[in-house]
């Protein structure tokens, strides 16, 4: 993760450039002038380097407008008023991290400049200076709330399908027997919830009831499933999915419109609620993230500086991310961090405080909403305080090891399933899929205990430890409660058998489901079954230990902590490390994971074990494959991220890599000599998005670059508003007065070219230009020989050659 | 257009809440005991069951003394000591009214989402073929806009309508993109797979 790509963008930025406040003379040509000027007022910060020893050549340039541009060449947002449109970009297109940054600190600069005017602007001042942090509070209060609906819609529903609280139908099961009667108490069950048999006026036992309670639960999995997906397809078919791939895309400068707007959010909550209910294996945290990051795209429209700028967009995204993954756990630490470690690519200091009051008030907010009415967000929340022994470590080492292959296998399996979906017919039947996968969810889901329970409930089952209180069979020890001060340990009864049996059958059911459900349209996220693989796994071990542990009690192993007969040995414990080794061999997290575990289980006693066993199945991960989910599932996709974290590791050079190839020709523009139909015919017959401005064709000495989009717009808006353009009017990049004796006016669009783009020699390594690329987030590099323009080297060329160095399919990099 | 939607649905909310009235707790104290068999030593089996004891009272006397005694008082007398310090009581806390507002409206919410997918799929080709000449006039439009490029343009555009008709031209734009997202992701898979 590269803390400050931007950190070191001022540098080449202002080093060429004569850099002024508003409305001020200025100076510009070759970066290499200095200024005369009798504005008092006006700071220069003329480049020093060099400017003395060249023979400088003093120029002072009055705009006839009065409205200066600056060398920097972006037009700012003030003055761009008249040309709408100016530094958006268009869908799936990358951003120029560079030029965003720029046209903000120009609008800063604007305000501290105007702050002494008037109140006014002083207050306007002080609205821009708080706008960020008052962004991200409204963030967090929003995500927090539509986390606590999702939260309460989901357990609602989920308990719907075994039957309702006819009394008052807005409560699920738990809820519903909140307080129960003396005579339920004594048998046990409550009578305010009525099963569908009972409704129907069966009875609630027997095999008559069971047959109708099946039947019930799967129309009902059936009709939320069915309502999920056509509400997907319907209406927003960029609610499908987990959504952290393309957000993670999204955050290293790439633009999908749409994916992260009203209706995508809309639609991934209320489709949320019914996938989860529907009882797939699937799990709504992953997709809280592209909630949370769709909630902080729309509230930043609020604010201009926020709304209009891509680049400073994407702080308030990163904050999002944070808050999502603070309510899906109710770990705001551990959302900082996963928005740190796994989706930002630009995470500056300032974002890193932001993100963790972000996720502070979103957490704050679940908390005070109490969705689950155990004081905490998240529903497998355990507290643990038992000590482990040291011994120990050995078996979560390997709960490790088993969780990285478990991770393997999911992530090859899945990817296998979803190209074989995009590239075979299987893609054009989206919701038959959808209906036929829940079927047999449902199917097989419904007669084992353990997975016709919600998936977080089964986590918490697993997680929790075995007390007085629980009465599952996977707690059917062949204890006596007589010591009054612990659980002692003891061998385990035929219930806990059973319940192996039970989970051995379930880890197999779980695993193949989620491979092929994840990647369905319907919205469905990852964290959730793999926590629930792997406390399966854990708690499996962890009963296997313990029984060893009360078999061999006098062994030197256990001797020291289990001589006593206490329970020395915690399969609750066991299960919460197998789900942080799936986790963490699945996403490849490893410092995010931990925090969110212990921050699960309120104690940092069990940091080490949790260490230990995500270092390890990060370990066997990488070894048997390359890539985490969210990558794997990035390359199938072919978006354009360049992963920080990979080295590039070729001996390339520019003139490789750089377009045109040999024998084609670097389309063009020159400073002072095309005419409009010169230029119109160029973008007639390129698709280049952008054109580097050389100063003419023979010389091909660069001046700028100015983007497609750009030079559309401002054409079009200059043929609005001057009289007398056609095709015969020249098109002038430069700004000083041209001697117009005949003919047309001219075009000027110097206010759209950019006058600071970054340049290579042809012979600069890979290595660097990749590294820049990454640090400076650019979104294309002119590629320079012997001073004169040779290329232009794009993002996307990048990772197509990345593509190609490591023997993939270049081409499969979409969106070109 | 969404407004008088939500308006309804909240004025609906608040009906529900003033009628209903407050039949839930909002809190309890759960305690849960060993059987008071194995206490007893008694092979009685009346005594043999799984307890949970479930109380309404203040959070400081959510413990064994508060719920488990007054309750058992006689059937454990004199081993209270004995029985108590098995016994884990847990103080829970909900709000009901929150839930049922939720829980209301997602049921809204789908409903009207379900509804309005019945129409666009029923109502609005039939709707949409008697107005076609209407419709040529929209696309028209549509594409001068989308020359433009988006932006305060196709404001100065919609102004002009009446507010129904800009209705329907944000609902052809809107239709319109949902169209290419669900080209980009059912057929031509290049998205989200």
């Known amino acids: 993760m590269e803390k400050f790509p931007l950190k070191s963008s001022s540098i080449p930025l202002n080093a060429a450039t004569t850099y002024q406040t508003m409305n001020k003379k200025y100076s510009n040509g070759s970066g290499l002038s200095s200024v005369t000027s009798d504005d008092s007022d006006m700071i220069d910060i003329t480049t020093s380097t060099a400017a003395g020893d060249r023979n400088t050549t003093t120029r002072s340039q009055d705009d006839d407008d009065g409205n200066l541009q600056y060398s920097v060449g972006f037009s700012n947002m003030l003055e761009s008023g008249d040309i709408p449109g100016i530094g958006q970009y268009d869908d799936f297109h990358t951003i120029d991290w560079q030029r965003d940054i720029a046209r903000d600190r120009m609008r800063h600069r604007y305000i501290v400049k105007k702050k002494q005017d008037s109140i006014w602007t002083l207050l306007a001042g002080a609205h821009d200076a708080w706008s960020g942090w008052l962004c991200v509070l409204l963030v967090g209060l929003l995500t927090g709330a539509v986390a606590g609906v999702i939260d309460i819609g989901a357990t609602w529903m989920t308990d719907l399908k075994f039957g309702i609280c006819p009394q008052a139908f807005w409560l699920n099961k738990e809820h519903c027997c909140w307080s129960p009667s003396e005579a339920d108490l004594d048998s046990g069950n409550c009578s305010q919830w009525k099963t569908w048999s009972e409704i129907l006026g069966h009875s609630s036992e027997g095999a008559g009831a069971y047959i109708i309670s099946y039947l019930f639960y799967i129309v009902w999995a059936l009709l939320f499933a069915a309502l999920s997906a056509s509400l997907v397809r319907m209406f927003a078919p960029y609610a499908c999915g987990s959504g952290i791939p393309e957000i993670k895309t999204i955050l290293s400068g790439f633009i999908i419109r749409g994916y992260l707007g009203k209706w995508t959010l809309i639609i991934k909550c209320v489709g949320l609620i019914l996938s989860v209910s529907a009882g797939l294996s699937l799990g709504k945290e992953g997709p809280m993230v592209h909630i949370a990051c769709a909630i902080g795209n729309i509230l930043s429209y609020l604010f201009p500086k926020y709304g209009r700028n891509e680049a400073k967009k994407r702080e308030i995204l990163s904050a999002a991310a944070a808050a999502g993954v603070s309510v899906a756990f109710g770990a705001p630490i551990g959302g900082v961090l996963f928005s740190l470690e796994e989706v930002s690519y630009y995470f500056p200091l300032k974002t890193l405080w932001r993100s963790f009051f972000c996720a502070l008030i979103a957490a704050f907010i679940l908390r005070s909403i109490n969705p689950f009415g155990n004081e905490h967000s998240v529903l497998f929340f355990v507290e643990y305080n038992k000590p482990w022994i040291f011994f120990e470590l050995i078996p979560f080492i390997a709960l490790g090891i088993i969780g990285g292959v478990i991770a393997t296998i999911f992530i090859k399996a899945n990817l296998y399933w979803c190209r074989y979906r995009k590239y075979s017919k299987l893609g054009q039947y989206p919701v038959t899929e959808v209906l036929v996968v829940t079927v047999i969810t449902a199917v097989f889901a419904y007669p084992n205990p353990y997975t016709r329970m919600n998936t977080s409930q089964l986590i918490y089952l697993l997680f929790s430890q075995c007390g007085i209180s629980n009465s599952d069979d996977l707690c059917n020890y062949n204890r006596n409660f007589t010591d009054v001060n612990s659980i002692e340990i003891a061998a385990a009864g035929d219930g806990v058998y059973r319940a192996v049996w039970l989970l051995i059958l379930a880890l197999g059911f779980k695993l193949i489901m989620t491979i092929f459900t994840f990647g369905m349209k319907v919205p469905c996220g990852l964290f959730i079954p793999s926590l629930c693989l792997g406390a399966i796994v854990g708690r499996l071990v962890g009963i296997f230990v313990e029984q060893l542990a009360y078999r061999y009690q006098k062994n030197w192993i256990f001797s020291g902590e289990c001589s006593t007969g206490d329970d020395c040995i915690t399969p609750g414990l066991y299960a919460m490390v197998g789900a942080a080794a799936v986790l963490g061999g699945v996403t490849r997290m490893t410092v995010s994971l931990v925090v969110i575990m212990f921050e699960l289980t309120g104690g940092v006693r069990y940091i080490v074990p949790l260490m230990a066993a995500a270092m390890a199945s990060k370990w066997v991960g990488d070894a048997l494959g390359r890539q985490g989910i969210y990558d794997a599932h990035i390359a199938l996709n072919g978006y354009p991220f360049l992963d920080s974290k990979d080295e590039f590791a070729h001996t390339s050079l520019a003139a490789d890599v750089m377009q045109p190839k040999r024998n084609e020709t670097l389309s063009v523009i020159t400073q002072d000599s095309m005419t409009l139909d010169d230029i119109e015919q160029l973008l007639k017959e390129t698709e280049h998005n952008g054109y580097p401005i050389v100063v003419s064709r023979e010389s091909q000495y660069l001046v700028g670059f100015v983007l497609r989009r750009d030079l559309n717009l401002a054409i079009a808006n200059e043929k609005r508003m001057v009289d007398g353009i056609c095709g015969q009017s020249l098109v002038l990049f430069t700004s000083g007065h041209t001697i117009q004796a005949l003919g047309p006016p001219p075009l000027k669009l110097k206010r759209i070219l950019d006058m600071a783009p970054i340049t290579i020699t042809d012979q600069t390594p890979m290595e660097t230009i990749v590294d820049m690329f990454r640090k400076l987030g650019l979104r294309q590099t002119l590629v320079t020989h012997n001073g004169r323009l040779l290329g232009v080297i794009t993002k996307k060329d990048v990772l197509r050659h990345v593509k190609q160095m490591d023997n993939e399919d270049p081409n499969s990099v979409l969106f070109n | ?193």
Request: proline residues 4%; aromatic residues 8%; hydrophobic residues 40%.
């Open chain 2, 1 to 193: 257009m969404w407004s008088p939607i939500f308006n309804t649905v909240f004025l609906a909310c608040f009906v529900l809440i003033v009628v209903q009235g407050q039949a839930y707790e909002n809190t309890r104290c759960i305690c849960g005991c060993p059987s008071i068999a194995l206490l007893t030593d008694s092979t009685d089996v009346t005594l043999n069951t799984h307890n949970f004891h479930i109380a309404n009272v203040p959070p400081n006397k959510c413990n064994c003394d508060g719920v488990i005694i007054p309750k058992l008082g006689d059937k454990i007398k004199g081993r209270e000591n004995e029985f108590c310090p098995r016994c884990e009581c847990k103080y829970e806390h909900r709000n009901v009214t929150i839930i049922k507002v939720v829980v209301i409206i997602v049921i809204w919410v789908i409903s009207i989402l379900v509804i309005y997918m019945a129409f666009l799929i029923i109502l609005d080709p039939l709707l949409n073929k008697r107005a076609k000449g209407n419709y040529q006039e929209h696309t028209n439009e549509e594409d001068e806009t989308a020359a433009g490029v988006g932006g305060p343009m196709s404001h100065n555009m919609s102004v002009r309508g009446n507010v129904l008709n800009r209705v329907g031209h944000q609902q052809d734009k809107w239709k319109r993109q949902v169209k290419e997202q669900r080209r980009n992701i059912y057929d031509r898979h290049t998205m989200l797979n």
